[in-house]
């Protein structure tokens, strides 16, 4: 056998190996998507189905005696409603307030001429591996007189040190010293720099962490269930979590009767009120599933 021929025989020994291997990841890559995809294509077809189909399990692949009682009650709640405007009002300023408070804190901590930086840096850090406990936060939080206001809802984790990290790791890497060296020249003041230079060279990064934050704040639900106790208050998560844990659909003057509906309807209201509730979502995630991916290799080199 030439030297050729073994060669040829080997490269095609290769490629059929390579072409084996990206069938398999084609098969598995497959696989995992129905695993993941079908429970909320069930949800959907379900809060469209007949709830004594769905309970007796004749409900798989398609929708049965299609029905849409539990969009039309959901919509009628006005409780849904003000859960999406609190829940809207804490994404947007809790959001904004996130941003005030990260950005420049990375960049003051990015600055090598800033001495004590590893040392404050090691007190964020600090509280990622021990904290107080609920019981004083709660103290705390009822000390300042935020228990059942829409303030501590917002300003509650106003700072992830996670997200710092993420943020001081990009400016310090990414944003050359020579730059800030060439602003000093031209008498550019800290402040000045980062908000003219800083920033706008931190969209990337700055994408990420609003995209980070705002989903926190759109799932968030523990800390209304701890230091909220007003109906008014309440974001879209509590609400489903009322809907869901205590088979209550509404109350009484909306439709239903004290206590909920019968078990049959409430059911459709709950897959309902899941679709409602993830929609946005659901929605709004593929135009930003980029921006989670480069927040990962962003993130993933932590100086």
């Known amino acids: 056998m030439s030297y050729n021929t073994y060669n040829k025989k080997t490269y095609r020994r ?25 429970p909320l294509w069930f949800v959907v077809i379900a809060s469209i189905s007949n709830s004594n189909l769905v309970n007796i399990g004749a409900v798989h692949f398609l929708p049965k005696d299609i029905r849409f009682y539990g969009y039309q009650q959901v919509f009628s709640d006005s409780r849904i409603w003000r859960g999406y405007l609190n829940t809207i009002i804490y994404v947007l300023l809790g959001t904004t307030l996130n941003m005030i408070v990260t950005m420049p804190a990375a960049y003051a901590l990015s600055r090598k001429e800033f001495k004590q930086r590893n040392i404050v840096m090691f007190y964020f850090v600090f509280t990622m591996f021990f904290g107080g406990g609920l019981v004083p936060l709660y103290m705390t ?5 935020l228990i059942g206001t829409k303030t501590i809802l917002i300003i509650l984790g106003a700072l992830n040190t996670y997200n710092l990290i993420i943020a001081r790791t990009f400016i310090q890497d990414n944003i050359p010293n020579e730059l800030y060296e060439s602003a000093i020249l031209d008498g550019c003041s800290h402040f000045k720099f980062f908000m003219q230079i800083v920033l706008p060279l931190s969209k990337a990064v700055f994408s990420v ?8 704040h759109w799932n968030d ?3 209304a269930l701890m230091f909220n ?18 088979n209550e659909a509404f ?3 909306s439709g239903g009767v004290q206590g909920g509906y019968a078990q049959s309807s409430a059911d459709q209201v709950k897959y309902a009120v899941m679709i409602v509730s993830t929609l946005p979502i659901l929605c709004f995630y593929p135009f930003i599933q980029k921006y989670f991916e480069k927040g990962v290799l962003i993130g993933a080199i932590k100086g």
């Not at 939080?141 to 007189?145: A, C, F, M, P, V």
């Open 14 to 38: 290769r490629l059929s190996g390579d072409a084996f291997f990206t069938y398999c990841m084609y098969g598995i890559t497959i696989i995992v998507f129905i695993i993941i995809a079908y």
């Open 209 to 216: 962490l609003v995209l980070y934050y705002a989903v926190g």
């Open 141 to 145: 939080i009822s000390s300042l007189h």
């Open 229 to 246: 106790n007003k109906n008014a208050n309440e974001p879209l998560q509590i609400v489903l979590r009322r809907i869901l844990l205590l």
């Open 221 to 223: 639900f523990f800390n």
């Open 251 to 253: 109350e009484k003057g």
